[in-house]
Nanobody, 124 residues
Framework: QVQLVESGGGLVQAGGSLRLSCAASGRTFSNYGIDWFRQAPGKEREFVAAISRSGVVTRYADSVKGRFTIYRDNAKNTVYLQLTSLKPEDTAVFYC?????????????????WGQGTQVTVSS
C-alpha cells in the first residue's frame, strides 16, 4: 500500500511560484512512476507532468512546458512539482498519482494510488 499526500498549494499572484510536494508512505515508492494532474472548476482533469521511477525521464503537458519542473527524491519518498511563471488559468486542484506502468507521453493507462489534492489559486 502507498498513501500519497500533496501539499504546498496556496494563493499566489500571476507570475509567482509555488512548489508542490507529493509525499508517499511505504517502502516501495521507487517502484512507482508519479504523475501530476490538475482539475479546474467545471473542467475535466488534465495531465500536467510525469516522472519515471528513477527520476531520469520526465514528460510535460504543452501548456506547462518551460514553466513547471517535476523531480523526485526517492530517499525522501517525495516527488516535487515546481511551478513558476504562474498564470490565472493554472488555478486548479493539483493531484499526484502513482503507477507501476512505464512513463507515457501523456497520462498512463492506469494508476494505483491517488492523493487527495492541493489547491493552487493564481490571482491576476
Amino acid at each position: 500500500q502507498v498513501q500519497l499526500v500533496e501539499s504546498g498549494g496556496g494563493l499566489v499572484q500571476a507570475g509567482g511560484s509555488l512548489r508542490l510536494s507529493c509525499a508517499a508512505s511505504g517502502r516501495t515508492f521507487s517502484n512507482y512512476g508519479i504523475d501530476w494532474f490538475r482539475q479546474a472548476p467545471g473542467k475535466e482533469r488534465e495531465f500536467v507532468a510525469a516522472i519515471s521511477r528513477s527520476g531520469v525521464v520526465t514528460r510535460y503537458a504543452d501548456s506547462v512546458k518551460g514553466r513547471f519542473t517535476i523531480y523526485r527524491d526517492n530517499a525522501k519518498n517525495t516527488v516535487y512539482l515546481q511551478l513558476t511563471s504562474l498564470k490565472p488559468e493554472d488555478t486548479a486542484v493539483f493531484y499526484c498519482a502513482a503507477s507501476v506502468l512505464p512513463i507515457a507521453t501523456n497520462a498512463r493507462r492506469s494508476y494505483d494510488y491517488w492523493g487527495q489534492g492541493t489547491q493552487v489559486t493564481v490571482s491576476s
